[in-house]
């Protein structure tokens, strides 16, 4: 399903400007004129955080998408913030460099989009989260006073971390313009090992096993529900639609991953795991990508779900975490980067008594005592749209977050009314 | 510049026995001594207090107790600072976490490990012997420097190369704000939702709150190492080849330079075997996987060679790693034999612009007289010039300031930064309006205010806008750096 940003929005036009220096002018005007400004990237997470209210106009980052500068023997890029993620896979292949990101929608989403709601999927176990990638940034705040953080360098500790603060902060307090990126180099081979354990709790025993494997998994994956029979892959490994699957990739040298592979199917089989699947090389590469699409779209073609939960909990939590939304919903198609403790949900239909009555006040119960949180990712419908769904308990820090939103955008223009801000 | 009604401080110490304890609080001018500064020996300030807080609820008082006196305070760890983060600018309260020494959890399950600030960072690497995981920040301190102290400068080390600095490993923090609201942002689970306040306080140099409990992420120990020295005849084919690893997509756990200059005091010191006519060595670590590492061993060799090495020697089985690591990592302890003084500089290039900048500080040097040795983490492009002179020589003190100057200039010209992991501390308080623009300060400037809008939390550091008063700098010192 394809919204656009006039459908989404509360919009009367959206400006696009040709230069960084354009768009400051824009929000100066805005400033001025007091006008709610909402950024738009790709449009692919347009309906992540509250409806917006107030009417305002969209500010699309569509013209600024070059190349600004590209060292790739120093393994950093500089890009405008409007570059798509396949535009930027592209360009850094060409060097056998990448951004080791996985975000749904590669084609449309933009980095702008991915730094500013802090995108992440399956290889984030292994090669961290976007945040570590970003060595500097440049913004415009509310004001419209373009700011810049970090630098060019790897390494460089002048000045507060914009890079940090503006990562995940949903374009509410700087509208992000240009990012510069550290890289890594593309791994020459790739590789997925499979199996069905019995249950939750077997499943679990493998996982807790993992902290003494001698292999160094990318992504440590954690697949249940009956929707992903929808998968071949998955079908195969997993005859009984019932079992969980739990999968795990190796990236790096032929020789580090074929290793990889033997160590841990023996190490499975110490645990009488012995049967296991595996897909290799641009099947593994496809299969990881079908995971890291898993927020937007689900293992079958056309499976718009009613509603998405993103739940974030102490890794030793996952499972029981999981097994808690099976009793919910047992029909609920659910995948979790069981090594970081996200818990991703996609739900087929809205449950009869109410999101925040049957989902989200139980689980968001559980999280908290498992040191986390749910937030909404998707809600077609646009039901029940509240704080406490869409972005479950933040408490104490909340009140820094809004000191500094008071600061960067005290007229509250940027992104107005969609994170938890009152004001 | 703050300035205290002078009674005031005194006034606070009764209040501050009460909650501390009487054996937590020192204010005899005597005592007070060690306090004045940190690694940054330059500038000199007393504080007026100094505690010792054993709990956060007692860090929260101790704050509340200076607004209501409305008078300034600052956290200290171990004082390792080498940018004069710790220095008192205005005198006040200082508060010291080193007896917030616990350890409360390691958790190998979901790979974390709770730690309060005044934790030594080599005692959780201690901790952590045998359990197959590491805290991957090792700074070259790491047997004296806090972990608190790691997350308010965002520390580095030779291993930042593939590991990453200290921010990289931060899960979470339990903090006093400056108005001494007790927060936690993050912790054990990731993605907290909206604003990345630990990415905004690791690195803010004590200037926002006060980091009272830290959650770390544990990294799997490496299953092996191979480390290499490759022997260069010049200075240019050593870098050379940084760019050759690096652009073959090889990840060195550490890269590091040691030039002919500093060789001789290393040699001399350690005996290790040195070639005294080989203008520069890289020390090269790769680590991971077995299966992976003869293959990055000998890729790394072909191309050291290729850019014109001399030779590539393998260290030699375990002890020889570790006698190769001990000379990189108290390579500043043998520059005695060199020289009475020195001054250490912190800048970073973009990798691949280290050949002029070598280039550079050389010309530097030889323009100004002063002779200047290189050690330092080349895969960063994170340079450390030594530059030798005697302190008792005014004429040679202004000279290896205005040399300094020009190097960390020309690293800003090169698209770099003028410091990779020290901070700015007071040290470099000015360089920030030459790296940054006014509007970029203002911005930064807002931060400081939303989270410490009294400005009594670590006044006068860091940035130019708040009221820093722009040390002058008259003398460099004597500093080591890693």
Known sequence: ?423 | MTTLPSSRPQAIVEPLRKIVGSDAVLSARSDLLVYECDGFTIEKNSPDVVVFPTTTEQVAAVVKLCNEADIPFLPRGAGTSLAGGCLPVGGGVMIVLTRMRDIEEINLRSRYAVVQPGVVNIWLTQALKGSGYHYAPDPSSQGACTIGGNVATNSGGPHTLKYGVTVNHILGVEAVMSDGQIVQAGGPAEDPPGLDLVGALVGSEGTLAIVTKVWVRLTRNPQGYRTMLGIFDSVEDATNSISAIIGAGIVPAALEMMDQGILAALEDAFQFGFPLDAKAILLIEVDGLEAGLDEQRDQIIRLCEQEGAREVRMADGDKERQKLWKCRKQAFGAIGRLSPSYCTQDGVVPRTKLPHILRHITEIGTKYGIRVVNVFHAGDGNIHPILLFDERDPAQIKQVLQASGEILDECLACGGSVTGEHGIGVEKVEFMKKMFTEDDLTVMNQLRVALNPSNRLSPDKMLPTAGACGIEQKHPGRRAAM
């Not at chain 1, 989403?109 to 500097?136: C, K, M, Q, S, W």
């Not at chain 1, 595996?278 to 890291?292: K, N, R, T, V």
């Not at chain 1, 500094?404 to 009314?417: T, Y």
């Open chain 1, 1 to 423: 399903m394809s919204i656009t940003a006039t459908e989404m929005l509360p919009i009367s036009e959206k400006l696009c400007p040709d230069t960084q220096e354009a768009l400051v002018d824009v929000v100066r005007d805005c400033y001025a004129g007091d006008q709610v400004i909402y950024p738009i990237g790709g449009g692919t997470s347009l309906d992540y955080g509250l409806p917006p209210k107030a009417d305002g106009v969209g500010l699309g980052l569509d013209a600024l998408q070059r190349v600004v500068e590209f060292p790739a023997r120093d393994m950093t890029i500089t890009v405008e913030a409007g570059m798509t993620m396949a535009a930027l896979a592209e360009c850094l292949a060409e060097e056998n460099l990448r951004l080791p990101i996985d975000v749904p929608d590669q084609a449309a989403a933009t980095l702008g989009g991915v730094v500013a709601t802090n995108f992440n999927g399956p290889r984030r176990f292994g090669e961290g989260t976007v945040r570590d990638y970003v060595i500097g940034i440049s913004a415009v705040d509310g004001r419209g006073t373009p700011f810049k953080g970090g630098g060019r360098v790897v390494k460089n500790v002048a000045g507060y971390d914009f890079c940090k603060l503006l990562t995940g902060s949903l374009g509410t307090i700087g509208l992000i313009t240009q990012v510069t990126l550290k890289l890594k180099p593309i791994p020459n081979a790739h590789q997925v090992v499979a199996c069905a354990p019995p249950d939750l709790a077997a499943a679990d025993q493998l996982l807790a096993a993992l902290v003494e494997s001698e292999t160094a998994p990318t992504a440590v994956e954690l697949l249940v529900g009956t929707g992903w029979q929808q998968d071949r892959f998955a079908a195969d490994v997993n005859a009984d639609a019932a079992r969980p699957l739990l999968a795990l990739a190796f990236e790096g040298t032929a020789q580090e991953v074929d290793w990889s592979v033997e160590q841990l199917k023996t190490e499975w089989r110490r645990l009488q795991m012995n049967q296991t699947h595996l897909l290799a090389g641009s099947e593994a590469d496809q299969w990881l990508q079908m995971l890291a699409e898993f927020p937007r779209r689900g293992p079958a073609a056309g499976d718009d779900a009613a509603l998405v939960l993103k739940a974030n909990v102490v890794p030793s939590g996952t499972t029981r975490f999981v097994a808690q939304v099976q009793a919910l919903d047992p029909t609920a198609t659910i995948q979790a980067h069981a090594g970081n403790g996200t818990v991703i949900v996609r739900f087929a239909d809205l449950p009869d008594g109410g999101i925040g009555r049957d989902l989200v006040g139980n689980l968001d119960a559980l999280a908290a005592r498992l040191h986390g949180n749910v937030v909404m990712l998707a809600n077609p419908a646009r039901a029940e749209m509240t704080r406490q769904s869409v972005w479950g308990g933040i408490d104490a820090p909340y009140r820094l977050m809004e000191a500094i939103k008071r600061e960067f955008d005290p007229k509250n223009l940027l992104n107005r009314g969609r994170f938890v801000y009152q004001f």
